[in-house]
Every structure is written in structure tokens, then in C-alpha cells.
């Protein structure tokens, strides 16, 4: 199944996506789920980030040709990192590079939706936390992810987490084409089958360190072939089975 959340007639709401049509579910996404009979357009909608995080956790330097290309010797444990919710920006939304950046960089990755509470799981627990999957664009100023030392500011800003449309169940997160493309040329391409720490031991990890609650979104790095964006570039984050994200840059 596809899920999306989305506003329409200036109310936001989740939806199932079928067919080019978004019927609306009376409640939330998590828990049991009630499809209403109200359906609308997916072209007559504004696609809203997909969920509505407590937190979302990255991780960083996750697959090996990445870690090839940084000249990084492999991690032993996950890299991770958090990004604020308020950076999160849907499906055709806006990019804005903060003025006094030099470098702003596309990252695309797979992000997998937390579906119920999660504390001290074991790897094999995983999947039955996870709801779903979804596209994630890590965008980061990277002069100033060199300048300050660390990664809070530089992944932080506003708009900074392009994330949607779909939250897809039922598929192996663990060997699926993610590429990046920039005004229609790819930048970006590789497979989820690169992963240093596939999604379950990144739960298993994750929920050792803090309790994942439903709707955290959890980042699962990018392959190789990072590079800058500037004004008036269109972004794709194209996940195979799951589809593709865009923006545009301001």
C-alpha cells in the first residue's frame, strides 16, 4: 500500500494512494486504519511531508562506495546524527539555501517510518515496528558542516529535509535503486544491497540509544556521487517501488 498526507480544501490529512486518487482515512495513519469514501485528485492536492515525526534520526557514511569515494574507513557501529522536524518540507516544496551558504548539497536516501513504540529491540524485532518506507533528500550546506565541525547547523536548516510523497509498506528496504537526479540528469545512483548496516540492525541500534515512537523517520544514508545544487534547480530523490520526490531550488 501507498500512503500519503496531504491538504486539500485547507484541511491536511492522511490517504491512501491508488489509481491517481488520495482517499482520505478518518484519524491517523498509525494504529487501525478506517478508509473513508472521500477520494480526491493526487493533482488537486498539496503534498504535506508524510508523516509527523517526534525526531528524525540519520545516519551517516552507510554505504560502502561512499565510504570509498569520503576515503573513510568502514564505521564498526552506525554514525548517526539527528535533524529537527521543523526542517521537513514535502513533496514539490522549496529548497531556500540560506543566504550565506557556499555549498548546498542533495543527498538521497531511504527513510523508513517507525509504525509503534520501540525500545531495546532485537535486529530479528525490526520489521514489525517499521510501517513504511519513504524518499528523504538529507540536504546540507556543506561549507558550514566544514566550518562548524559537526553537522547540527549544516543538515539543521529550514527546508532541509525534502521527505515523501509515499510511505510504501510491503517491500525489502534492503536491495532498492536510489538515485538522485538534478534537472533530469542522474547524479546520483545506487543500491540499498551497499548498506553497511542494513535497516534492521539501524532500528535495533537506534532504539538502544532512545525510544522510537510512531512516525519517527529514521535516515539510512547516501551512495555515492553527492554534489551542489543552486537556484532554479529541479531535485529527484527516485527510489525504485516506492517513486520519486521533487523540489526546486531557491
Not at 509527523?52 to 576515503?71: F, Q, S
Not at 517499521?130 to 562548524?148: E, H, L, P
Not at 539510512?220 to 525504485?240: A, L, N, Y
Request: aromatic share 8%.
Amino acid at each position: 500500500m501507498k500512503y500519503a498526507r496531504v491538504k486539500a480544501e485547507g484541511e491536511p490529512f492522511y490517504g491512501a494512494a491508488e489509481n491517481g486518487l488520495i482517499r482520505k482515512i478518518a484519524g491517523g495513519l498509525f494504529g487501525c486504519l478506517h478508509l473513508t469514501e472521500e477520494t480526491y485528485p493526487e493533482t488537486e492536492v498539496t503534498f504535506l511531508p508524510p508523516c509527523e515525526p517526534t525526531k528524525i534520526m540519520a545516519v551517516g557514511l552507510n554505504y560502502r562506495a561512499h565510504a570509498a569515494e569520503m576515503g573513510e574507513t568502514l564505521p564498526e557501529v552506525p554514525k548517526i546524527f539527528l535533524k529537527p522536524p521543523s526542517a521537513l518540507l514535502g513533496h514539490m516544496g522549496t529548497i531556500e539555501i540560506p543566504k550565506h551558504a557556499l555549498r548546498v548539497d542533495y543527498e538521497c536516501e531511504l527513510a523508513l517510518v517507525i509504525g509503534k513504540r520501540a525500545k531495546n529491540i532485537a535486529p530479528e524485532e525490526a520489521s514489525g515496528y517499521i510501517f513504511g518506507y519513504t524518499c528523504f533528500n538529507d540536504v546540507t550546506a556543506r561549507d558550514v558542516q566544514s566550518a562548524d565541525g559537526q553537522w547540527t547547523r549544516a543538515k539543521g536548516y529550514d527546508t532541509f529535509a525534502p521527505c515523501g510523497p509515499y510511505i510504501v509498506t510491503g517491500i525489502d528496504p534492503d536491495d532498492l535503486q536510489v538515485e538522485t537526479l538534478v534537472n533530469d540528469t542522474v547524479k546520483q545512483s545506487g543500491r540499498t544491497s551497499d548498506f553497511i548496516f542494513p535497516t534492521a540492525k539501524l532500528v535495533s541500534f537506534l532504539s538502544e540509544v532512545m525510544t522510537l515512537e510512531p512516525g519517527d523517520i529514521i535516515t539510512t544514508g547516501t551512495p555515492s556521487g553527492i554534489g551542489p545544487v543552486k537556484p532554479g534547480d529541479k531535485v529527484e530523490i527516485r527510489i525504485e517501488q516506492i517513486g520519486t520526490l521533487t523540489n526546486f531550488v531557491k
